[in-house]
Every structure is written in C-alpha cells, then in structure tokens.
C-alpha cells in the first residue's frame, strides 16, 4: 500500500527515491550474490559509486 502524504513534497520524493533505491540495490545484491562489481555492471553506474550506496543501505556483500 502506498504511504500517505506526509510533509512537503521534497520530503516525499526523498523517501520514495530512497525506498526505491535500497529495494534496487538489494534485489541486485542478492541476485549477484554479493558481487558489487557485477552489481554495478549491471545498474550501469560507477563501482564506487554503487559501493556507497550498499554502504548507505548496510547491504551485506556476503552471498545468499
């Protein structure tokens, strides 16, 4: 179910990108088992960059 509108609109994009972007990441994590590098390939977004946010997110790099 969709969260009600709380606070102004800036703070509802920022929770939806930030719900949208752990969901993202952990689902990629889990099917790459781990591999950030492979991870990142994928999302086509740089190494490092994906790494921050699976350190955002406390996503665990152990495999499934």
Do not use: T
Not at 2 to 16: D, H, I, M, N
Not at 17 to 36: A, H, K, P, T, W
Not at 49 to 61: C, D, E, M, Q, T
């Amino acid at each position: 179910l969709p969260e009600p509108v709380v606070g102004s609109f800036r703070e509802a994009r920022s929770r939806a990108i930030e719900s949208f972007e752990r969901r993202y990441v952990e689902d990629l994590m889990r099917e790459c088992n781990g591999n950030v590098s492979r991870a990142a390939r994928i999302a086509q977004k740089d190494r490092r960059a994906f790494g921050r946010l699976v350190k955002r997110y406390k996503i665990s790099h152990e495999p499934c």
